[in-house]
Antibody, heavy 120, light 107 residues
Framework: EVQLVESGGGLVQPGGSLRLSCAAS????????IDWVRQAPGKGLEWVGR??????????EYAASVKGRFTISRDNSKNSLYLQMNSLKTEDTAVYYC???????????WGQGTLVTVSS | DIQMTQSPSSLSASVGDRVTITCRAS??????LGWYQQKPGKAPKRLIY???NLQSGVPSRFSGSGSGTEFTLTISSLQPEDFATYYC?????????FGQGTKVEIK
């Protein structure tokens, strides 16, 4: 069974940093892309970024709203994915989901999400 | 960026009704589109991939169609568990973009 479990959310002040983790199991981790998607309270879904698989050299893509502030990385030895978030803004407040994506398709499995609140 | 315009933003329907939700892409995306269902407090769940392929385990009352710029999600006979918010997602080019969502409510 595919499982994705996010952790690391919490309350942080504007300008601060936070690192989210996503633990994956039940599938060949290095073969899949992983996307981060977020949802602000009461709002729709927003794609944050992607890290590709081994075959595509683990390259990354980011939404313009987070580029230069957020970094996605992965540790394939631990089947884990990370979202390093720096220079956080109040508008980054959201539930953050990690998702599994087969190359060429849309995200097919989602974690339960972790809430990040940016507030003073 | 490719804009995904989803309509309607909300609808009220009764159990047994046929429901249709539309997504229009600002440029052609071939069939690089997925449909998702989200219930309050839960993660989204994929219903349809590649515009018209039913995700394993999803009831056959859900169907998707379209290609290029116009896409449709149809629920042939609405069930009580289908009341939720639905989103389309294009993955043709970066950034990936979602429609703004359609909330399906009980009439």
């Amino acid at each position: 069974e595919v499982q994705l479990v996010e952790s690391g959310g919490g309350l942080v002040q504007p300008g601060g940093s936070l690192r989210l983790s996503c633990a994956a199991s039940g599938f060949p981790f290095s073969e899949h892309y992983i996307d981060w998607v977020r949802q602000a309270p009461g709002k729709g879904l927003e794609w944050v970024g992607r890290i590709r698989n081994k075959a595509n050299s683990y390259t990354t893509e980011y939404a313009a709203s987070v580029k230069g502030r957020f970094t996605i990385s992965r540790d394939n030895s631990k089947n884990s994915l990370y979202l390093q978030m720096n220079s956080l803004k109040t508008e980054d407040t959201a539930v953050y989901y990690c998702t599994r994506t087969i190359p060429g398709s849309s995200p097919d499995s989602w974690g339960q999400g972790t809430l990040v609140t940016v507030s003073s | 960026d490719i804009q995904m315009t989803q309509s309607p933003s909300s609808l009220s329907a009764s159990v047994g009704d046929r429901v249709t939700i539309t997504c229009r892409a600002s440029q052609g995306i071939t069939n690089d589109l997925g449909w998702y269902q989200q219930k309050p407090g839960k993660a989204p769940k994929r219903l349809i991939y590649a515009a018209s392929n039913l995700q394993s385990g999803v009831p056959s009352r859900f169907s998707g169609s379209g290609s290029g710029t116009e896409f449709t999600l149809t629920i042939s006979s609405l069930q009580p568990e289908d009341f939720a918010t639905y989103y389309c997602l294009q993955h043709k080019s970066y950034p990936l973009t979602f429609g703004q969502g359609t909330k399906v409510e009980i009439k």
